[in-house]
C-alpha cells in the first residue's frame, strides 16, 4: 500500500441550515440540476423561502477555497391546524449523487417538521424515480396512495407517508 493511500482524507463537512435569498441563485441552478421537468421556478423557490409555513433547507459544504457550495436542498410544506408536514422537494446535486447526501437531507427535514411540531411527513414521488423511491422506502415511508397523470408528462406520482 502506498503512503498517498494510507493518508486519511478529512471526511467533507456538509451543514445543514435554514435556506436564505443569498441562496436563491444556487437553489434555482440546483432545481435545473437535479430535475428534468416539473421545476419549482424561481418565483416559487423565493416564496417558500419567506414563507412562515414552510421551511427551505440548504445542505452546503466548503470548496477547496473555502467557499461555500450549496449540494442539496429540501422544501418542507406545513398547514395551519395540520400536524401533517409535505416534502415538497428533496434534490442533491447531480455530482454528489450516490453519497449518502439525501439520506443527510431527508434526516434534517424530518427533524425540522419534528421541531415544528409535526407529527407525520408526506410526500409524492414519480413512479420511475428509482433513486427517490429507494430513499424513502430505505426510511421507512410507507407508500398509501397512487395519483394516476400527476406529472407534466402525465406519470403518475406515489404518495409515501411516514410518521415522525
Ligand atoms: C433522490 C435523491 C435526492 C437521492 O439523493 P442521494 O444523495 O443520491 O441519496 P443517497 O446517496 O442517500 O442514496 C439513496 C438511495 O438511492 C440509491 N440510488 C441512487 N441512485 C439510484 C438510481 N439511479 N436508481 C436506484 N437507486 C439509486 C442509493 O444507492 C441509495 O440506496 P442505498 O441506501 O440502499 O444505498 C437524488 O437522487 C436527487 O436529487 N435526484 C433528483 C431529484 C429528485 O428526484 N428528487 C426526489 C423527488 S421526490
Redesign the pocket.
Known amino acids: 500500500m502506498s503512503a498517498t493511500s494510507l493518508r486519511a482524507e478529512p471526511p467533507p463537512v456538509v451543514t445543514l441550515r435554514p435556506a436564505t435569498l443569498a441562496d436563491l441563485d444556487a437553489l434555482v441552478a440546483l432545481e435545473h440540476a437535479?430535475?428534468a421537468s416539473d421545476r419549482a421556478e424561481r418565483r416559487a423557490i423565493r416564496h417558500a423561502i419567506r414563507s412562515a409555513s414552510m421551511t427551505v433547507l440548504a445542505a452546503v459544504m466548503d470548496d477547496e477555497a473555502g467557499r461555500e457550495t450549496l449540494v442539496?436542498a429540501a422544501t418542507l410544506e406545513r398547514r395551519r391546524g395540520s400536524r401533517k408536514a409535505r416534502l415538497s422537494?428533496?434534490?442533491?446535486s447531480?455530482a454528489?449523487?450516490?453519497?449518502?447526501?439525501?439520506?443527510?437531507?431527508l434526516d434534517a427535514a424530518e427533524a425540522d417538521a419534528r421541531a415544528h411540531g409535526c407529527t407525520q411527513l408526506r410526500?409524492?414521488?414519480?413512479a420511475d424515480?428509482?433513486?427517490?423511491i429507494?430513499?424513502y422506502e430505505?426510511r421507512s415511508y410507507a407508500r398509501f396512495a397512487v395519483i394516476p397523470d400527476y406529472y407534466e408528462d402525465g406519470m403518475e406520482a406515489w404518495r409515501y407517508a411516514k410518521p415522525l
Not at 89 to 92: E, G, L, Q, R, T
Not at 96 to 105: E, H, P, Q, T
Not at 129 to 132: F, K, L, M, Q, R
Request: aromatic share 4%.
Open positions: 437535479a430535475f442539496g422537494s428533496i434534490a442533491v447531480p454528489r449523487a450516490g453519497l449518502g447526501l439525501g439520506s443527510l437531507v410526500l409524492e414521488v414519480r424515480n428509482g433513486a427517490g429507494r430513499l430505505r
